[in-house]
Structures are given as C-alpha cells and as structure tokens.
T-cell receptor, first 113, second 111 residues
Framework: NAGVTQTPKFQVLKTGQSMTLQCAQD?????MYWYRQDPGMGLRLIYY???????DKGEVPNGYNVSRLNKREFSLRLESAAPSQTSVYFC????????????FGPGTRLTVL | RKEVEQDPGPFNVPEGATVAFNCTYS??????FFWYRQDCRKEPKLLMS???SGNEDGRFTAQLNRASQYISLLIRDSKLSDSATYLC????????????FGAGTQVVVTP
C-alpha cells in the first residue's frame, strides 16, 4: 500500500517548456488535489477533483491544467512554464469532499529558470 | 487578510518543556479543524483533528475556541523529534469544504 505517489521528485525547466506532474493513489479515495507550497505561505490549492470525472479550479489555477485520468490518477500540466511557477507541488487525496484528513504525496520540487 | 494565520516562530523549546501556540481563522462557518505536522522538505501529515470539546493525543492537546475563532496546540514533555513545522488547517466552510492551510509554526526542540 504505497498511499499517494508522485513523479518526478525533482525537475528543472526552462521558461516556456511544458511538463506534466503525475500523481496516483491506491486508497480508493474519491477526491484528489494539487497544491503548491512557497516559502512563508501555506499550501495553496491549484485544482481539485471531487470525484472521478470532475475537476474544478482552486485558489491559484492560472498557468495550470489538470486531468483526472481515472479514480487513481490525477495529473497536473504546466503548458508554458514561468519562473513564478518555481515551487514544491504536492498531490493529496481524501475519502470525501474535503472535510476529513487529506493524505499527501512526497512532493515534486520544480525549478523554472 | 489570510484565512488562516499562524505565528511563524521559531519557538525554541528545551527538551522536556511545554510549548503552546495558536492559530486564528477568519471563516466563522468553518466546521473541521486539524493540526498537521511537516518535517523539513517532506509532505504534511495529519497530527490530530481538533474537536469542539478539545482533545488530547498523548503529549499533544488541541483546543478550539469558536467564539474567538482560534485553535491551539500544546505539546508537553517536548522531544527532539517534535522539531517540525506545525500547520493549522481549517475547512473552508463552503458547501464542498476545501481545506485552508496556515503557513505553519516552526518548533525547534533543543537538548
């Protein structure tokens, strides 16, 4: 039982490049989330998927897109990376609509030059 | 104004001492409250949920004050392994209930 897994763990991009961050959970959770964490700030929600087949914008969606591929997988895409997207990205999942514990993946450390 | 505010610290605590810190939240409709722990460069992990009547889990005690809109965490008999950043997390209160995370309070336990 791996919980929430994320790939890659580290990534360096040049401005304008694109990439997809992958996330998978094996806990049969309905809800999945993408957050970014910057120094001195709390985790900020980028996008979430309350259930398979649905996605919605969070607090900071600009510059990102997501795909809920199936119940297990939720990917985050940066179409044209910008230095402002340098951050640590965490994927999380929960069994409900966000009222209970969220389980986090180990994070992806992204640097955009 | 941030939805969840925390003193960033650091709180420097001698081993064996007690440390306590608060977190304030702005949404009076919030229904769920949590403390998460985050170690350096690691993912956040749930430490404990916070219930209306207050609750204790070993050396950790959490309290909720709805009238003043804050929650607190108290750590007794601090261990070196308690050194971490503690994140205050509050349910946003809207119909779906997205969580709002504070920026964290850093605790450093010293020998």
């Amino acid at each position: 039982n791996a919980g929430v897994t994320q790939t890659p763990k580290f990534q360096v991009l040049k401005t304008g490049q694109s990439m997809t961050l992958q996330c998978a959970q094996d806990m049969n959770h309905n809800s999945m989330y993408w957050y970014r964490q910057d120094p001195g700030m709390g985790l900020r929600l980028i996008y979430y998927s309350a259930s398979e087949g649905t996605t919605d914008k969070g607090e900071v969606p600009n510059g990102y897109n997501v795909s809920r591929l199936n119940k297990r997988e939720f990917s985050l895409r940066l179409e044209s990376a910008a230095p402002s997207q340098t951050s640590v990205y965490f994927c999380a999942s929960s069994d409900d609509g966000g009222y209970n514990e969220q389980f986090f993946g180990p994070g992806t450390r992204l640097t955009v030059l | 104004r941030k939805e969840v505010e925390q003193d960033p610290g650091p709180f420097n605590v001698p081993e064996g001492a007690t440390v306590a810190f608060n977190c304030t939240y702005s949404n009076s409709a919030s229904q769920s409250f949590f403390w998460y722990r985050q170690d350096c460069r690691k993912e956040p992990k749930l430490l404990m949920s916070v219930y209306s009547s207050g609750n204790e889990d070993g050396r950790f005690t959490a309290q909720l004050n709805r009238a003043s809109q804050y929650i607190s965490l108290l750590i007794r008999d601090s261990k070196l392994s308690d050194s971490a950043t503690y994140l205050c997390v509050v349910n946003g209160g809207n119909s779906w209930g997205k969580l709002q995370f504070g920026a964290g309070t850093q605790v450093v336990v010293t020998p």
